[in-house]
């Protein structure tokens, strides 16, 4: 069955840290891969997919993430964090669209990510 | 770009009385749209969604339902709200393309009492 975890509740960082915010996930055939930002009591932002090409996906805000499919993952990372980081972040997938229903993305439950200063 | 709308933002009702939530879409023409609920600020659980004009999946069995009058509305109805229907509702469009990632309203916050 296709899912999507996202292992840590909450993800704790000091300001100008590096962060981490873990994805992995299980889908059949090649994935589309998304991460969100969600502010409190807003909508979800799209921050950057993965479709194909360059492992390594850069986004907004200065965040990137890697894909990895030997370890089917897509991290979130951002060099150095800022208390203005601190949200909800989602990570999702949707299978290959040539691979048949496309019209759904698999969501992680989401990271709480606090930068203190 | 796609802009999505959606109203009320807050609204509080009685257990018993109808719902309507309403979603305009513009800046993109024939979208997917979606509407999820957020519980207790976290995971999100897909609701409804519709692919085109008066065509509507439902993915879990409950006391709402949803409509798609015109290609860019789509509204999210009860007839007689539950204390369970608390929460956050989003409803969230595809954009121009097929790699699938969604844009989201900024939300309708419901709570019934």
């Known amino acids: 069955a296709q899912s999507v975890a996202q292992p840590e509740d909450q993800v704790n960082v000091a300001e100008g840290n590096p962060l981490t915010v873990k994805c992995t996930y299980s889908?059949?055939?090649?994935?589309?891969l998304f991460w969100y930002v969600q502010y409190p009591n807003r909508g979800l932002q799209f921050l950057l997919k993965?479709?194909?090409?360059d492992n390594l996906v850069k986004g907004s805000y200065g965040f990137e993430a890697e894909f990895n499919k030997s370890q089917t993952s897509f991290h979130l990372k951002k060099p150095s964090a800022l208390v203005s980081d601190s949200a909800l972040y989602f990570c999702?997938?949707?299978?290959?669209?040539?691979?048949?229903?496309?019209?759904?993305?698999?969501w992680g439950l989401g990271t709480s990510l606090a930068v203190n200063p | 770009s796609q802009t999505i709308h959606q109203w009320p933002a807050t609204l509080v009702q009685p257990v018993g009385s109808p719902l309507s939530l309403e979603c305009t879409v513009e800046?993109?023409?024939?979208?997917?749209l979606y509407w999820y609920r957020q519980a207790a600020g976290r995971g999100l659980q897909l609701l409804f969604y519709?692919?085109?004009?008066?065509?509507i999946s439902s993915e879990v069995p409950q006391n709402l339902s949803a409509s798609r009058p015109q290609d860019r509305q789509f509204i999210l109805s009860s007839k007689k709200l539950l204390l369970s229907d608390s929460g956050f509702y989003l409803c969230?469009?595809?954009?121009?393309?097929?790699?699938?990632?969604?844009?989201f309203g900024e939300g309708s916050r419901l709570t019934v009492l």
């Open positions: 519709s692919v085109g004009i008066g065509q």
């Open positions: 800046g993109t023409s024939n979208p997917n």
């Open positions: 889908v059949s055939g090649n994935p589309y």
């Open positions: 993965y479709i194909t090409g």
């Open positions: 969230a469009c595809t954009g121009q393309g097929n790699t699938g990632e969604l844009f």
């Open positions: 999702a997938v949707r299978e290959n669209p040539n691979a048949g229903n496309n019209r759904k993305l698999i």
